[in-house]
């Protein structure tokens, strides 16, 4: 999961970055990817095109059409978790996205529109609609720091929130209330491993996790490093056409 501003910048050469970025997601198996404000540099229909080639739901419950009702994205997804011990059932994550409150977030005029509402208030709306049909629900925060506590306080039904946005780190979970978070730096220099114990009921029981630096001793995966080699081909052959 991803909790938003994958995209950094504009341009064509941006553009190349973000979608061999999304084919690196794809191929780590993301569940869903909250949209920020950032990820907006590359247009609307850019974000439309790139989530139906690969396959990885982008959602945010509060960024609307210019009307400030219907919805841009979805605002969340449910996924099934196979139960790892034997005789254990399946669980049900639902996941949903959320951007801090601004004014504007698409810069070129000829764009839609879009409006960011209530953080807090959709939310709620979310958990409302889908807590009959999960067993966990996280919200992907691309909020500034002190709104994560505001999320946590305000909103019962969360279980974990993967926060963003502000450039702070914390090398382990937090615990808000009864709610578990994670906020891990920026730039994409970490990644963070949460995992959850859950009793019978599906009940949370025990949490562990760490922020992890993406550093030269985790091994390089093949598959992704086929991916980097082809994303600097084609960025030789994209600036050479220019």
């Known amino acids: 999961m991803d909790s938003g501003d994958f995209i950094g910048r504009q341009g064509e050469s ?15 198996n ?25 396959k990885i739901p982008f959602v945010s419950a509060n960024i609307f059409q210019a009307d400030g009702k219907k919805l841009a994205f979805p605002p969340y997804v449910i996924k099934e ?7 254990s059932e399946n669980l049900h994550v639902g996941i949903f996205g959320l951007l801090f409150k601004r004014l504007q977030i698409v810069l070129d005029k000829n764009e839609p529109q879009l409006v960011v509402g209530d953080p807090i208030k959709a939310a709620q709306n979310i958990v409302n609609e889908i807590k009959d049909k999960c ?37 382990a979970p937090e615990m808000m209330g009864n709610v578990i978070t994670m906020v891990g730096g920026n730039k994409g220099q970490y990644i963070g491993d949460l995992k959850l114990e859950f009793d019978r009921d599906k009940k949370i029981i025990n949490h562990s996790g760490k922020i992890v630096l993406l550093g030269n001793d985790i091994n390089d995966d093949p598959q992704i490093d086929k991916l980097i080699r082809e994303y600097k081909v084609e960025k030789v052959s994209s600036t050479k056409r220019q």
Do not use: W
């Not at 990817?33 to 229909?45: N, S, T, Y």
């Not at 978790?81 to 005789?87: H, S």
């Open 135 to 171: 067993d966990v629900i996280i919200a992907l925060a691309h909020v500034r720091y002190p709104e994560i506590k505001a999320l946590a306080d305000s909103v019962p039904g969360i279980n974990v929130i993967i926060g963003s946005h502000d450039p702070i780190f914390r090398s």
């Open 30 to 54: 993301y569940d869903a990817i909250a949209l920020g404000e950032k990820d907006f540099l590359q247009r609307v229909d850019f974000l439309l095109s790139q989530q139906q080639k690969q």
């Open 14 to 28: 941006a553009q190349l970055e973000a979608e061999f970025t999304l084919k690196a997601m794809q191929l780590i």
């Open 81 to 87: 978790a196979v139960g790892l011990k034997k005789g």
